[in-house]
């Protein structure tokens, strides 16, 4: 493709992007589906484009995505919000996890892995949730804050699981040792310290910005230091996404430390109104990218694993609402307890995780790779479906009422459906705008260093 047709072909990607999020009310459809499918067909279909087009600039412009919108969107969480999520958002993560890491490890396994190493590995990469494909899709259908925070919250964490395990794992394959040990603590670093990281950074941040500008210049300040906190953090070993995570969440609630300290020591977010704005704009122009990018990634494989992904999604998919209930503790709006039964779309990281077996010539590379690929697009479409099923009352809310009675917060009569058919008018849109190793043995840890070039991270 010629330069000056990329150039306008990028130009109508952003307006066209914003045009969809506009009649989002009428079509009904996400956005993250349809530019899927754009990059589906200038890539795959019609190899217009080549992923080898993108150079090493696809994976650094998939990190920079993916930290920028879990910056985003920790930097909207309050800190009650986020007490109040925490808990159920663990129990959730984790046994979606196990869930989803479990069947789809054992369908791998059944359908052709020469082994269960092998099969375990394709589990690990593909059994958590993309937050870059997450909320976009939750701000868009106006999901409230509570049921936002838990399916941000379990992206974040499932990334760390599905990138740890999948390393370790990968390591494993490529030289026949598995510690159990190095796994368990590679978890646990990358998760701890890359969240002290950020919250210090935060604090030592907010003390440094007052003094060197104006609270109207902090904008891109903050998207530099940003880029530092999580590259750090990749650097040592630990998960850059959630590094940017706390960094956002600490420096959105940093007002809360003029309680106990001198508020001169930090300049106050709120003064600068155009941040929140220019953020959110960044957020939705990269997420618009990123999806094309997605799509122009996925390659397809022999139909009869596509058969196999399917089943394995819809056996996920008759779990999660366990998962929900087992994990709420108060009331939530239908709508969203239906939101986060279906929210289980896979992203960039375990597509580009599947394609280095293939790449480092081991056992089963080239069946990973389809498999891992076919997963990610069948969940990207059922989920997106079943979004637009919920959004215009066509799934089955008696059954999920029923199911989940107890924890359901019903509306009055005279709000429901005045706004957004399918969508209690009581709940809020939610500005919460966003796949990284670990420290381990020795090769563990060079695993992790090898991979992180490549994948940092989408």
């Known amino acids: 493709m010629e330069l000056p047709l990329v150039i306008i072909f990028l130009g109508v990607l952003i307006i066209g992007a914003h045009v969809l999020h506009e009649l989002f009310d009428r079509i009904r459809i996400p956005n993250a589906l349809l530019l899927t499918l754009v990059g589906i067909l200038i890539g795959p279909v019609l190899h217009l484009v080549k992923l080898e087009h993108f150079g090493k600039i696809g994976p650094v412009f998939t990190n920079l995505t993916l930290i920028i919108i879990i910056f985003v969107s920790g930097i909207n969480l309050k800190l009650k919000e986020l007490g109040q999520a925490v808990g159920p958002s663990l129990i959730f993560g984790?046994?979606?996890?196990?869930?989803?890491?479990?069947?789809?490890?054992?369908?791998?396994?059944?359908?052709g892995?020469?082994?269960?190493?092998?099969?375990?590995?394709?589990?690990?990469?593909?059994?958590?949730?993309?937050?870059?494909?997450?909320?976009?899709?939750?701000?868009?259908?106006?999901?409230?804050?509570?049921g936002s925070a838990i399916l941000l919250l379990e992206s974040a964490l499932t990334d760390v699981l599905c990138l740890v395990l999948g390393i370790t794992l990968l390591s494993a394959m490529k030289e026949g040792v598995f510690s159990a040990g190095a796994m368990a603590a590679a978890l646990w670093q990358s998760f701890l310290f890359a969240l002290l990281l950020g919250m210090l950074a935060a604090v030592l941040w907010g003390?440094?910005?007052?003094?060197?500008?104006?609270?109207?210049?902090?904008t891109i300040l903050n998207l530099a230091v940003l880029f530092v906190v999580s590259g750090t953090a990749d650097i040592l070993g630990w998960n850059g996404g959630i590094a940017a995570l706390s960094f956002g969440i600490a420096l959105g609630n940093i007002e809360l430390l003029k309680r106990v300290l001198p508020q001169k020591w930090f300049y106050n977010r709120k003064s600068a109104p155009i941040e929140k704005g220019f953020l959110d704009e960044i957020a939705f122009v990269l997420q618009t990218y990123f999806f094309v990018y997605l799509g122009v990634s996925i390659r397809f494989g022999i139909p009869q694993l596509y058969a196999l992904a399917t089943l394995a999604v819809a056996l996920i998919l008759l779990l999660r609402p366990l998962s929900v209930r087992a994990a709420v503790w108060s009331k939530m709006p239908l709508t969203d307890l239906s939101v986060m039964s279906v929210m289980m779309p896979k992203g960039l990281v375990p597509a580009i995780l599947a394609s280095l077996p293939l790449q480092m010539g081991l056992s089963d590379g080239e069946y990973i790779r389809d498999f891992a690929y076919s997963v990610v697009l069948v969940s990207l479409v059922l989920c997106s479906g079943l979004v637009i099923l919920i959004y215009n009352n066509l799934y089955f809310p008696g059954l999920l009422r029923w199911f989940f009675t107890g924890i359901v917060e019903?509306?009055?009569?005279?709000?429901?459906?005045?706004?957004?058919?399918?969508?209690?008018?009581?709940?809020?849109?939610?500005?919460?705008?966003t796949e990284a190793p670990a420290a381990g043995n020795t090769s563990a840890a060079s695993a992790s260093s090898d991979v992180n070039k490549d994948i940092q991270s989408g």
Request: charged share 10%; hydrophobic share 45%.
């Open 94 to 111: 984790l046994m979606n996890f196990l869930f989803t890491a479990g069947i789809i490890s054992g369908l791998a396994y059944m359908g």
């Open 207 to 218: 003390v440094l910005l007052i003094r060197l500008t104006q609270p109207s210049n902090s």
């Open 113 to 146: 892995a020469s082994g269960w190493l092998e099969a375990s590995f394709i589990g690990a990469i593909l059994g958590g949730t993309s937050s870059a494909v997450v909320i976009p899709m939750i701000n868009q259908i106006k999901m409230n804050q509570k």
């Open 410 to 433: 019903e509306a009055p009569a005279s709000d429901k459906n005045k706004e957004h058919p399918g969508i209690p008018a009581e709940q809020t849109s939610v500005n919460i705008n």
